[in-house]
């Protein structure tokens, strides 16, 4: 079973900058794809950014491209979303999730894509 941890959300103004972590419990967590979601207050479930298997490839919303940095330590077993030039439209709660097939390197930005997700941390982003 795998378990997924979000940590480092919070309150920051606009323009600033911060950083989450997903720690990954279980077996195996460098052979697959991992993906950034998020959700704000009435609105559907929104994806981020993904990063393959090996880190190798990564893929952004058009909304937060150039803004935001995916990234992953295999060996920590640890995933990364660095956020920088933050906006209120940010705000959301932000969750991780795991690609239900390994070794995948395609684009995949559905939902249904991923098998196991975490909890979610609150971004608030004040204008």
């Known amino acids: 079973q795998v378990q997924l941890v979000e940590s480092g959300g919070g309150l920051v103004q606009a323009g600033g900058s911060l950083r989450l972590s997903c720690a990954a419990s279980?077996?195996?967590?460098?052979?697959?794809?991992m993906g950034w979601f998020r959700q704000a207050p009435g609105k559907e479930r929104e994806f981020v950014a993904r990063?393959?298997?090996?880190?190798?490839?990564?893929y952004y919303a058009d909304s937060v491209k150039g803004r935001f940095t995916i990234s992953r330590d295999n060996a920590r077993n640890t995933m990364y979303l660095q956020m920088g030039s933050l906006k209120p439209e940010d705000t959301a709660v932000y969750s991780c999730?795991?690609?239900?097939?390994?070794?995948?390197?395609?684009?995949?930005?559905?939902?249904?894509?991923?098998?196991?997700w975490g909890q979610g941390t609150q971004v608030t982003v004040s204008s």
């Open positions: 990063i393959n298997w090996s880190g190798g490839n990564t």
């Open positions: 999730a795991q690609d239900r097939t390994q070794m995948r390197s395609r684009v995949l930005v559905a939902p249904s894509e991923y098998a196991y």
């Open positions: 279980g077996r195996f967590f460098s052979n697959y794809a």
